[in-house]
């Protein structure tokens, strides 16, 4: 793939085999989120977006990878509230379904209104059949917070719904997509190295359901 990417905070693949190989590329897909380094463990992010999240209760938005590597869907919930150290956020659920892993879970627990590099309080990674592995402030280091370029405001059409949304850039030629109207971090879509678009959105029921055959 050309990058080697490692997860911190996660369990070394005793198989040497898949599993190792899958949470590789869901590093992949997180450096397009914007929530891992994409040139070494502990440098700083190329991006976190550092925009407003959208809460609501139950709410949740499934995405689709356009990239190469990566999982070819992913969705994003809006968990409960949290502490750590004393400090109080509000848990954002990532969920991959992983071939010879099972459904796979980045938990960030963010504090404030915003994601981004300081926000996060406590990064979780779930696999199942081990232990949970915690991170605290994975990635509260120093330049790592970058604000976003406003471009333009412009509509899209998903599921059926006009949405508004606005535009951003960031270093290193990433666009991104954001609308009020969208739940959790209120991404509509993400151009760049890694791209991915919203496909459906919701509050409560199961975020998977009537997912597309692609992303299975």
């Known amino acids: ?31 397009g989120l ?3 380094p994409a040139r070494a463990q502990d440098s700083a992010p190329d991006a976190l977006f ?23 869907q992913f969705v994003i919930k809006l968990g409960g509230p949290g502490r750590h150290e004393g400090k109080r956020g509000r848990w954002v659920v990532i969920e991959l379904d992983v071939p010879a892993a099972g459904r796979v879970g980045f938990d ?5 209104e915003r994601f981004s590099a300081g926000s996060v309080l406590l990064m979780r990674l779930r696999v199942p059949g081990r232990p949970p592995k915690d991170t605290p402030a994975p990635f509260n280091q120093p ?7 406003p471009l333009r405001e412009t509509t899209e059409t998903i599921a059926g719904k006009k949405l508004a949304v606005s535009e951003y850039s960031y270093a290193g030629g990433i666009i991104a997509q954001w609308s009020p109207s969208v739940p959790v971090l209120g991404l509509v879509s993400v151009s760049g190295t890694q791209s991915f678009r919203l496909e459906a959105f919701g509050v409560g029921g199961d975020p998977w359901k009537d997912a597309t055959a692609a992303g299975k």
């Open 143 to 149: 330049g790592a917070d970058r604000r976003p370029h």
């Open 50 to 72: 550092g925009l407003p999240l959208v809460v609501r209760e139950g709410g949740w938005a499934r995405y689709v990878n356009m990239s190469p590597d990566g999982p070819p």
């Open 34 to 36: 914007g929530a891992l």
């Open 1 to 31: 793939m050309g990058t080697a990417l490692s997860v911190r905070g996660s369990a070394p693949d005793k198989s040497g085999g898949r599993v190792g190989r899958f949470l590789t590329l869901l590093a992949l897909l997180l450096v």
């Open 108 to 112: 960030f627990l963010v504090e404030g």
